[in-house]
């Protein structure tokens, strides 16, 4: 039996592709940008460094927001 998942899990999932979102759209505008440049491979190297970076700031903003949440539902009510 599958359970559905609640709002707040959605919210989880749909940041997890953002973030991947966030790490392959660079790549691709450096590639394009490669191409038109004839720069190859400097600007597609140096986007994925930056994609690559900003994906896992974001992971980790994420993260801490998750723990914050699970830390607050475990607190009892005043």
């Known amino acids: 039996m599958s ?3 609640t709002p707040r899990e959605m919210g ?3 940041a997890l592709a953002q973030v991947g979102t966030e790490m392959v759209i660079p790549i691709v505008a ?3 940008l490669d191409d038109w440049l004839h720069t190859a491979p400097w600007i597609t190297s140096i986007a994925a460094v ?3 970076v900003a994906g896992m700031l974001h992971l980790i903003l994420i993260l801490r927001q998750k723990d914050r949440d699970e ?3 475990k607190k009892p009510p005043p």
Do not use: K, L
Request: proline share 7%.
């Open 3 to 5: 359970q559905q998942p």
């Open 12 to 14: 989880y999932y749909a």
């Open 30 to 32: 450096g590639y394009w």
């Open 50 to 52: 930056v994609g690559f």
């Open 71 to 73: 830390s607050a539902d």
